[in-house]
């Protein structure tokens, strides 16, 4: 469990903590002797001596009193500190493990899941950590040491702290029962309120377009209503916890001077000596209190951490090489391949995609085409790996992508995804996000071939223009454009344009193709389109029929020896405009 290997790498504060601790019990463990001294010596009278005696006890007290505080503190500091360390590095660890899932991986536990189990889930371990250390480790000291103590004043009063702890443990067990269930499901309750708020947030314009702003929020609200059943039931039963443990140790406390009156009466204890008892039986059941009351809490922290376990005992379908290959120096750059390449995800029945086979080079566009449905994203996500296919082969220079390092492959793609996403920060840092190396040039050449140099100009603040979360503040046409020129940066091998024209009007869409054409010689361009006019030029084009590949060619060849993708074709451009006679 990497919990305890990160406290393991703390033993020397959590040692000392420990010591801190020790010095606290025994300070206050001290403490009832000397009151029971103190009051046996002024029970006897005012002697001679007696002030003498009480004042130097007076200030052995203080002392103690001021070593328990100051143990305390520093006990609480370092245990905090060492809680907080603990904390940010385990936080630290799942993020870099989330940021190694596929997107297999991030759908199989969701967004809102595993935001809550970086943030809540490592609040309650953190919590768990503190509580561990302060309590867990100090009261059984306290405890054990008063159970000596008592044991060795003798009185015949100890059957009262044996039934005292047995009334204790009574009350815990039965609110254990009571509450573990629920402490189990609570974190999957908070998990499905972040699901419905983020769904919310992200789908506000849908809600309000259609008017179920009603429907939502009732929604919402059974959501947190089940959270709040949950809390509440835990809460209350808590809540009895502690007024039923002073019962338990206000009755103790009467039984002992009950009874201890009798035996200061009798002859056969001090005065002193029952105050102290009563001091040493108070200590060991809040002692076994503070146990029990842990014992409850933990379960909560243990989901906690099963949760935040899961994630990272998770092996990514998408993993990096043990020995990672890198092209050769002299190998042909651009040239991508798929060989008899399929693919399913994981606990689907059949395939997405299925024997496809192509090639593409530096300088030449191959486009992919299909009905929706028909593979063609899912196709194109397996070249920089945010998939791996489940058999064939894809090559990029040579080397199959799967024994590149992740790093190296993805320096050499540019992907743009169907739905163009910008980053909050400004244009500049949007475009430069996939590099540490680009200038300023480098930037507004990016952006002039992504057709985007209108809206740096038309802004006050050109490249520093600020950038919304998400890309909320520009259009969706400019969002893809700024997406694309972010890919362009890179400078890479192959760019791979998913869909990534389909907010452009046609202007600026053909535009953007002819600049990539003149710009881009030596990068492999493979698009996925659904406009006809989009893919007519390009030196290649696959047709997807439900995976797998019907056609391939180019636009002229299809339109005569695919059915397919003239009928597509037909869809959307007529007969001239496709250069096909009348009838065709």
Same mark, same amino acid.
């Given at each position: ?35 029971s001294d103190i009051v046996n010596v002024g029970v006897v009278g005012a002697e001679a001596g007696n002030s003498a005696y009480l004042g130097p006890m007076a200030l052995v007290m203080f002392g103690f009193c001021a070593g328990s505080l100051v143990a305390a503190v520093l006990s609480g500091l370092i245990a905090s500190r060492v809680a907080a360390a603990v904390a940010r590095d385990l936080r ?149 916890m502690m007024p039923l443990m002073m019962l338990v140790m206000n009755v103790a406390t009467v039984a002992i001077v009950w009874f201890g009156a009798h035996g200061v009466a009798a002859g056969a204890m001090q005065a002193g000596d029952m105050m102290a008892f009563i001091s040493y039986a108070m200590m060991i059941v809040m002692s076994f209190l503070v146990v029990s009351m842990v014992a409850v ?136 996000? $996939? @590099? ?7 930037? +507004?050449? /990016? &952006?002039?071939? #992504?057709? =985007? !140099? ?16 998400? $890309? @909320? ?7 893809? +454009?700024? /997406? &694309?020129?972010? #890919?362009? =940066? !890179? ?26 054409? +003149?710009?881009?010689?030596?990068? #492999? ?60």
């Amino acid at each position: 469990m990497r919990l305890a290997r990160l406290l393991r790498s703390h033993v020397g504060e959590v040692v000392v903590v420990f010591v801190f601790l020790i010095v606290q019990a025994l300070c206050e463990l001290s403490l009832p002797r000397y009151m029971s001294d103190i009051v046996n010596v002024g029970v006897v009278g005012a002697e001679a001596g007696n002030s003498a005696y009480l004042g130097p006890m007076a200030l052995v007290m203080f002392g103690f009193c001021a070593g328990s505080l100051v143990a305390a503190v520093l006990s609480g500091l370092i245990a905090s500190r060492v809680a907080a360390a603990v904390a940010r590095d385990l936080r630290r660890e799942v993020f870099a493990k989330v940021m190694t899932f596929s997107p297999a991986e991030v759908n199989r536990f969701s967004q809102s899941s595993l935001i809550t189990r970086c943030t809540n889930d490592v609040q309650q371990i953190q919590n768990m950590i503190v509580i561990m250390l302060r309590m867990v480790m100090f009261a059984p000291v306290m405890g054990i040491v008063a159970v000596v103590q008592v044991m060795t004043m003798g009185g015949g009063l100890a059957w009262i702290v044996g039934a005292a702890l047995l009334a204790v443990l009574g009350i815990v067990s039965v609110l254990f029962t009571l509450t573990m269930p629920r402490f189990k499901v609570m974190q999957s309750l908070v998990d499905r309120v972040n699901l419905l708020a983020r769904e919310m947030l992200d789908g506000i314009m849908t809600i309000r377009a259609f008017g179920r702003q009603d429907y939502e929020l009732e929604g919402f609200d059974a959501a947190s209503g089940d959270l709040r059943d949950a809390q509440l039931f835990v809460n209350r039963a808590m809540t009895l916890m502690m007024p039923l443990m002073m019962l338990v140790m206000n009755v103790a406390t009467v039984a002992i001077v009950w009874f201890g009156a009798h035996g200061v009466a009798a002859g056969a204890m001090q005065a002193g000596d029952m105050m102290a008892f009563i001091s040493y039986a108070m200590m060991i059941v809040m002692s076994f209190l503070v146990v029990s009351m842990v014992a409850v809490i933990l379960p909560r922290a243990e989901v906690s951490v099963g949760r935040v376990q899961e994630v990272l005992d998770v092996t990514p379908a998408v993993r990096e090489p043990k020995n990672p290959v890198a092209p050769a120096t002299d190998a042909p750059r651009g040239r991508l391949a798929f060989d008899h390449v399929s693919f399913h995800y994981p606990d689907a029945e059949g395939n997405v995609v299925s024997d496809v086979s192509f090639s593409t080079t530096p300088g030449k566009v191959t486009a992919i085409v299909g009905s929706t449905g028909s593979g063609k994203s899912t196709l194109v996500q397996l070249v920089p790996r945010l998939y791996d296919p489940t058999a064939g082969t894809i090559t990029l220079d040579g080397v199959d992508t799967r024994k590149m390092s992740l790093a190296d492959l993805r320096s050499r793609v540019g992907y743009v995804p169907q739905q163009g996403f910008l980053f909050s920060g400004t244009i500049a840092s949007n475009v430069a996000f $996939g @590099t540490d190396e680009a200038d300023e040039k480098d930037l +507004r050449h /990016a &952006i002039d071939v #992504a057709q =985007a !140099t209108e809206l740096v100009a038309q802004k006050k603040d050109g490249l520093e223009t600020a950038i919304a979360q998400g $890309g @909320t503040n520009v259009s969706g046409g400019q969002r893809q +454009r700024l /997406a &694309i020129a972010r #890919a362009l =940066a !890179t400078h890479p091998e192959v760019l791979v344009l998913d869909d990534s024209f389909s907010a452009l009007d046609y202007a600026t869409d053909a535009r953007l193709r002819q600049a990539l054409a +003149r710009e881009q010689a030596d990068t #492999a361009v493979l698009v996925v389109a659904q406009r006809i006019a989009t893919v007519m030029g390009a030196d290649q084009i696959i047709v997807l029929d439900e995976g797998r590949v019907v056609g391939q060619g180019t636009h002229e060849e299809l339109l005569r020896s695919c059915p397919e993708y003239l009928e597509i074709a037909k869809s959307q451009l007529s007969a001239k405009e496709l250069g096909l006679a009348e009838g065709e």
